[in-house]
């Protein structure tokens, strides 16, 4: 396998792809982002968690709402920037594309778990049930199974290459069921509730809830980037300590 | 033309493909994916008696009664989509959201009387998120009542309910924290 990862010519925005480039570009932005998002989502969670008022159909139960619309968001953002990835990686080669696939995946698995799992324990206070079949759930189960294969795919090969190819076209396959999660609940009759918050009109929410909603879904979203740089860098210091190892074995 | 602008292409071909072939299906299926169906569908289609199917739409203001058959309470209402309504009869326990104009989701099957006996009522509760103080002024004022549908957009309450009269309120916000 090439261990100096190729580097593509420089100039354009193809020079971000350098991986000695983003190890230094990571390195200063990841602990002003980390910082950022742990305190926005801090105070986002706390402002929703004990100042918000209650809604006065749900009551306390609302209060999930902090933790599971984020979720949510970065679970299809997440998603959406994994299908970048393959485009890049598919198109143009990137190799950092195929390492921030390989990163980006289990995050976003996480907060699509997390999604469904507060999803489910807000619908029983409110629905009267932990899971039903419609629409909207089902496609955010999707969702995560995606994200599940693709994780596995993407790991499932002796020789990576084959391995980022395959995800690739998967994570792109996949991203036919974003439109799905987010017009689910125009297109057809669900239980799960329409969109509150909207580019198109405007919010159906009090802004006192507002507010802390947007708070913790900018923190949460800082914390998910921080977390993929984090990841990132990690895998390409590894890569470069693998090569020099095997080097030194070479010329041993 | 280079390669990868050929290769551009191709993957933004099977895009393509895929997403209208996605899209067509899902318009085929459209019908089929709907989690219920509503009082006008059942009028025009109705499902053969002992079918089991989920009926949604709004509980009729009025129509709510508690009822005793056979020695068991049994909650009796009606719900409606604006086009059609049908009465339903279920004897369990109703979800906290359910109330008149509340949207619910019933599970059951159609008696040959026409009325729908439901095993199951979930409650579906709509986009709008507003505290209580916000609902009671609101009410107090008589610009919304709950059993009559949506409320008024949040910009027109957002910072404070115009309250008629001597007793000014304070704005919701401030109490709210």
Not at chain 1, 3 to 25: C, D, E, I, Q
Not at chain 1, 90 to 98: G, N, Q, T
Not at chain 2, 90 to 105: K, S, T, Y
Not at chain 2, 128 to 141: Q, R
């Amino acid at each position: 396998m090439d261990a100096t990862v190729s580097t593509p010519r420089p100039g354009g925005w193809h020079r971000f792809a350098n991986p000695g480039r983003f190890l230094r570009l990571a390195g200063r932005v990841t602990p002003p982002i980390a910082w950022a998002g742990g305190i926005l989502t801090a105070a986002g969670l706390l402002w929703g968690l004990f100042i918000a008022p209650a809604d006065w159909q749900q009551g306390e139960a609302v209060r999930i709402m902090y933790l599971h619309v984020p979720s949510a968001w970065l679970a299809s953002a997440g998603y959406f920037g994994l299908a970048l990835c393959a485009l890049s990686s598919l198109v143009w080669r990137h190799p950092l594309a195929d390492l921030a696939a390989v990163e980006i995946g289990p995050v976003g698995a996480g907060f699509a778990a997390l999604c469904l799992a507060t999803g489910s324990l807000w619908g029983r206070p409110t629905w009267g049930t932990y899971w039903v079949w419609d629409a909207r759930l089902t496609s955010m189960l999707v969702l995560f199974f995606l994200y599940l294969g693709h994780i596995a795919l993407i790991r499932a090969f002796d020789d990576p290459e084959r391995g980022y190819r395959a995800a690739a076209i998967l994570a792109l396959i996949g991203a036919v069921d974003l439109p799905i999660i987010h017009f689910s609940v125009q297109w057809w009759n669900t239980l799960h509730q329409g969109n509150s918050i909207s580019l198109t009109s405007a919010p159906k929410m009090y802004i006192g809830m507002l507010a802390p909603l947007l708070v913790s879904a900018i923190g949460f979203t800082l914390l998910f980037a921080a977390l993929v740089l984090a990841r990132l860098s990690a895998a390409v210091m590894e890569r470069r300590t693998r090569a020099l190892l095997l080097a030194q074995v070479r010329s041993a | 033309m280079k390669r990868k602008h050929r290769r551009l292409l191709v993957v933004l071909a099977c895009l393509a493909g895929l997403g209208t072939a996605t899209g067509l299906t899902l318009a085929a299926l459209r019908n089929t994916i709907v989690f219920f169906l509503s009082p006008a569908q059942v009028a025009a289609k109705p499902p053969g008696p002992g079918q089991v199917f989920r009926l949604g739409g709004l509980v009729v203001t009025g129509s709510v009664r508690h009822l005793t058959q056979n020695g068991h309470p049994v909650n009796d209402f009606t719900i409606t989509d604006g086009k059609g309504s049908v009465p339903v009869v279920f004897a369990g326990v109703l979800p906290d959201l359910f109330r008149e104009g509340q949207g619910i989701v019933a599970l059951g099957s159609l008696r040959p009387d026409g009325r729908f006996v439901a095993t199951e009522v979930l409650a579906k509760h709509d986009a709008n998120y507003m505290p209580k103080d916000v609902v009671e002024a609101l009410k107090k004022n008589g610009e919304w009542r709950p059993s009559q549908g949506e409320p008024p957009p949040a910009a027109t309450w957002d910072f404070g309910v115009r309250t008629q009269g001597a007793n000014a309120r304070g704005a919701p916000a401030t109490q709210g924290g």
